[in-house]
């Protein structure tokens, strides 16, 4: 076991997070490997005690993926996932070579549903495939965890006797999926319970949890397996995962730091990071935060009520169990506004979570005094959805310069748009169903290509009639999703520049070759 394993007491809670593999199966959530690297480096600078970085076999770019994490991580343990086959182990293997603390997650599954329709294998031969591929990755690193897919809908007598010849074939996390977020609180702690008093040399092993969101209950379900014997929890930043998601790492922080008088454990996590780190995942995925999501949500911490806020205003424990700061979100937001300077507008950067190059600040110092004269007031909110514009405008093929739109009540509505393509400007006048329609049609014009347009969502990001418009676009080609976002005070223009970001995403893809999907516990 590694140092981290080992040096425990009994209440220390490890934190596995794996926003970067079971987060990124999330359709349309894929990163680039840039974006990847910034997360890792984020959670690992937050205490994240394992980053699950990818899947090798899956592709080579999900191989060089956790290769690069491997290299710039400085304190967590890295982990590989790999299926139960000598090719996908040997994979993981050779991604980690470079890490400090590597760790190879192999898994399969074993409830009788999945034995029988998914792997077509007899249980037996399954048990022998769990002996072999804890074994080989034995071969690569002493810090091996393994998986029996579907735990929850597995058989109690065949589970104990999966786990127990894991951990004698070596296994150090033995970590117990609840995969289609079928299980309830009582019955999935007492799944843990049962493990613990059943399986022989189960105090060999570190026990996991890994809890799908499929009916709500991914973060219960967690909690309870540690309130009797888990000692890691697998979780993403904003329960991004597949499907409804997984359990929310900043739910699971806060719900031990708050509750601790119940739950008495302990996390590595530096709670006051995760706002930042939320801010970035969502930022880097194009997935919005819904604004009741617990602890990171943009109404966590508001209070509309009047008996709220009187209560507020008397003492702030009347109506909140935590304070903003414990999260690190600021109490003040009116602070930047057209006077403020670049050496103001690079500390706001830091403090909202962003660390850019020169160029980069530059460039966002010059759209945000483009936005301070238009609007009255510039909120932190308007900065961050500024900044993750200019930060995904600033990469790929097609970028927008320029857009006029007429409409009104007699059509057809136009649209005149310039592109920069691959250095290139190009120039285009569409018609349309409306502003929106035309404005979509000069740039399938310009940019001929065959996605379909699966979502079109706007929002304001702040009050007034001045606000900001944030525009997600979700696009779909050949089965690949991708979702792409703009923000501007002209809805037009932000809507021009969401869909050009969605579709410089399903550029990359399109140039990544990777083999059919590959999906895991």
Not at 353 to 372: C, P, S, T
Request: hydrophobic share 40%; with cysteine; net charge negative.
């Amino acid at each position: 076991m590694s140092q981290s394993q080992t040096d425990q007491s009994a209440n220390r809670v490890l934190i596995f997070d794996t926003t970067l593999r079971d987060g990124e199966q999330s359709p349309g959530a894929s990163m680039t490997l840039e974006e990847k690297l910034q997360v890792a480096e984020l959670l690992d600078e937050m205490g994240v005690d394992v980053i699950e970085a990818g899947f090798p076999i899956a592709s080579n770019g999900d191989f060089e993926s956790v290769q690069e994490v491997a290299r710039v991580v400085k304190n967590a343990v890295v982990c590989g996932l790999a299926r139960a086959g000598e090719k996908d182990i040997d994979r993981a293997g050779e991604a980690l070579r470079d890490a400090k603390q590597g760790r190879i997650h192999t898994f399969i599954s074993t409830s009788p549903v999945h034995m029988k329709h998914k792997l077509q294998m007899e249980p037996e031969d399954v048990l022998d495939a769990v002996i072999s591929s804890v074994t080989r990755a034995r071969n690569w690193t002493d810090n091996v965890e393994w998986s029996p897919e579907d735990a929850t809908r597995t058989e109690h007598d065949y589970l104990c006797a999966c786990v127990e010849a894991a951990i004698k074939a070596g296994a150090t996390t033995i970590n117990i999926p609840d995969t289609v977020g079928y299980s309830v609180p009582e019955e999935y702690g007492a799944l843990i319970a049962m493990l613990k008093e059943r399986v022989p040399n189960i105090d060999k092993a570190v026990i996991s949890t890994h809890c799908h969101n499929d009916l709500g209950l991914a973060v219960a379900n967690s909690l309870a397996g540690v309130a009797n014997g888990a000692r890691q929890i697998e979780c993403t930043i904003n329960g991004i995962g597949e499907r409804a998601g997984n359990a929310a790492l900043e739910e699971i922080v806060m719900a031990l730091k708050v509750r601790g008088d119940a739950m008495p454990f302990d996390t590595g996590i530096d709670s006051e990071m995760i706002a930042r780190a939320s801010k970035l995942v969502s930022s880097v995925t194009a997935f919005p935060v819904q604004y009741n999501k617990a602890i990171v949500g943009q109404n966590a911490f508001a209070h509309e009520s009047g008996i709220h806020q009187d209560g507020m205003l008397k003492n702030t424990q009347t109506y909140e169990i935590m304070t903003p700061e414990s999260v690190g979100i600021s109490k003040s937001s009116l602070v930047m506004g057209k006077h403020s300077g670049r050496h103001a507008f690079r500390k706001k950067l830091e403090e909202l979570g962003y660390d850019l190059g020169q160029n980069a600040v530059e460039d966002a110092f010059r759209r945000f005094k483009d936005l301070a004269d238009k609007k009255k007031h510039v909120f932190d909110d308007d900065i961050v959805a500024l900044v993750d514009d200019e930060m995904a405008a600033g990469e790929g093929v097609l970028k927008v310069v320029a857009l006029k739109i007429v409409c009104g009540t007699e059509g057809p509505q136009e649209a005149t748009l310039t592109l920069d393509i691959s250095g290139e400007e190009k120039t285009v006048v569409a018609t349309g169903d409306g502003p929106v329609d035309a404005t979509f049609n000069a740039i399938g014009e310009l940019f001929p290509h065959e996605a379909h347009l699966q979502l079109y969502q706007v929002h304001a990001v702040t009050e007034g009639t001045d606000a900001q418009a944030e525009v997600s676009v979700r696009l779909e080609e050949d089965g690949k999703t991708v979702t792409g976002r703009g923000a501007e005070t002209d809805t037009l223009v932000a809507s021009a520049r969401a869909y050009v970001s969605a579709l410089n995403k399903l550029i990359v893809k399109r140039r990544k070759s990777a083999p059919e999907a590959l999906q895991a516990s």
